[in-house]
Antibody
Framework: EVQLVESGGGLVPPGGSLRLSCAAS????????MNWVRQAPGKGLEWVSY????????YYADSVKGRFTISRDNAKNSLYLQMNSLRAEDTAVYYC???????WGQGSLVTVSS | DVVMTQSPLSLPVTLGQPASISCRSS???????????LTWFQQRPGQSPRRLIY???NRDSGVPDRFSGSGSGTDFTLKISRVEAEDVGIYYC?????????FGQGTKVEIK
């Protein structure tokens, strides 16, 4: 069964850092492009970042560029999102999603507040 | 950035009746590889999004055939031929042709 499981969310003060992880199973992770997508409370979906299967291509939304870093470890079937200089407007559920959204995790809540 | 505009934003539907959601993009969505990366997602209350349709009209495995996608250029449509209770939720279109990928605002489908 295909599974994506996010972890690492929590409460962090403005200006703080957090690292999200996404553990993949049930498919050949190393062959898939991956994304992070977020959803602020009561709001719609916002694409955050993309990484190709070999990490050779990486893209970010303007809202997180320079503050967030996406990475992956194909040997560990894992995707990561390092989030620095967090702001209140980064508060959201963060989902990892494979390919162009074929599979999604359950999400990890990040709350930025003092 | 490509702006995706959905309408309506709220769609009350009678069980067993059809429903249609429009998604318009501010730019054409044909990729240089010839594909049109227009995707539809369903998000049921309290759940993660689920992909229904990819590349305009391709239904994902396990998606009931009452869901269909169509369109071209900048104008796309998701249709539900006969709405069932389990179809309640928010539907999003997304373009994956141009960076950054962008979503529509979402259309909330509810039962009358």
């Amino acid at each position: 069964e295909v599974q994506l499981v996010e972890s690492g969310g929590g409460l962090v003060p403005p200006g703080g850092s957090l690292r999200l992880s996404c553990a993949a199973s049930g498919f050949t992770f190393s062959s898939y492009r991956m994304n992070w997508v977020r959803q602020a409370p009561g709001k719609g979906l916002e694409w955050v970042s993309y990484i190709s299967s070999s990490s050779s291509s990486i893209y970010y939304a303007d809202s997180v560029k320079g503050r967030f870093t996406i990475s992956r470890d194909n040997a560990k079937n894992s995707l990561y999102l390092q989030m620095n200089s967090l702001r209140a407007e980064d508060t959201a559920v963060y989902y990892c999603a494979s390919g162009n959204g074929g599979r999604w995790g359950q999400g990890s809540l990040v709350t930025v507040s003092s | 950035d490509v702006v995706m505009t959905q309408s309506p934003l709220s769609l009350p539907v009678t069980l067993g009746q059809p429903a249609s959601i429009s998604c318009r993009s501010s730019q054409g969505l044909v990729h240089s590889d010839g594909n049109t990366y227009l995707t539809w997602f369903q998000q049921r209350p309290g759940q993660s999004p689920r992909r229904l349709i990819y590349k305009v009209s391709n239904r994902d495995s396990g998606v009931p055939d009452r869901f269909s996608g169509s369109g071209s250029g900048t104008d796309f449509t998701l249709k539900i031929s006969r709405v069932e209770a389990e179809d309640v939720g928010i539907y999003y279109c997304m373009q994956g042709t141009h960076w950054p990928w962008t979503f529509g605002q979402g259309t909330k489908v509810e039962i009358k």
